[in-house]
């Protein structure tokens, strides 16, 4: 194996930072194009009334060090209204061609704003209009409905759009800025556990945890990880 963090097995002394580990997985899935989206991960809220709620969001940046991981949304859908009544979130990773699996349990919170504004214009000119068009996890009349919507909402930037909302009048596109509305958030892991299929069901887990300890900037100052193995 040329790369010990891609091994079939966790060493026999853990590490002491579980999230390059984690960090390498990722990066395997995606150089080896396992699926279309490797980047794939299951977010879990809970509400205010203790219901919880799953969904598949993509992880636009995995940071290693200090640890955490990024995703962007609508700062009005019911995933970010479930975070702003209870900030703790659950992720899962799962890539089943490699057998492998990231389980992170911590905080979620939103991402500075210049982090939220460079990614937004690495986007293509459809998807800022379309971050602009939705009014994420509300009801909705009909897709007509919706169409009618992004297209009224193009225009407050000079997009004349196409009936299929893929193209657009005219040679130039506009400038478009980020909504305020819509943006990244940060999620640091208090606990994360890896897991790596075994035969017979004898898979290899491990599970690290750490304090977190909130600075002035609306981050975290991580303490040191602290791992131990579990039962498969």
């Not at 963090?5 to 999230?19: G, R």
């Not at 997985?25 to 980047?39: H, I």
């Not at 790596?196 to 491990?206: L, T, Y």
Request: a neutral charge; hydrophobic letters at 35%; charged letters at 25%.
């Amino acid at each position: 194996m040329s790369h010990e963090h891609l091994a079939a097995s966790l060493p026999a002394k853990l590490p002491n930072d579980p999230m390059h580990r984690a960090a390498s997985w990722l990066e395997d899935a995606t150089d080896a194009n396992l699926r279309r989206n490797p980047n794939a991960m299951v977010v879990s809220t809970v509400s205010a009334n203790g219901a919880p709620s799953s969904r598949v969001v993509l992880c636009k940046s995995f940071v290693a060090d200090p640890g955490y991981v990024v995703f962007y949304t609508n700062y009005k859908s019911q995933k970010s209204r479930e975070i702003e009544s209870n900030p703790r979130v659950a992720v899962n990773f799962h890539w089943d061609a490699r057998g492998r699996q990231v389980r992170m349990q911590g905080l979620a919170v939103k991402s500075p704003a210049d982090e939220s504004d460079r990614y937004f214009a690495t986007r293509d000119w459809g998807s800022q209009v379309g971050a602009w068009g939705s009014d994420q996890s509300t009801e909705l009349a009909s897709r007509d409905a919706l169409k009618d919507q992004v297209r009224a909402r193009a225009r407050q930037f000079g997009l004349e759009l196409a009936d299929d909302l893929q193209s657009h009048s005219g040679s130039d596109t506009p400038t478009i800025p980020r909504p305020p509305h819509w943006g990244g958030f940060r999620i640091w892991p208090q606990r994360i556990e890896l897991w790596i299929e075994g035969a017979d069901r004898i898979h290899d887990r491990a599970a690290w945890t750490r304090e977190l300890v909130a600075d002035d900037n609306g981050g975290f100052v991580p303490g040191p990880w602290s791992g131990s193995r579990l039962q498969p």
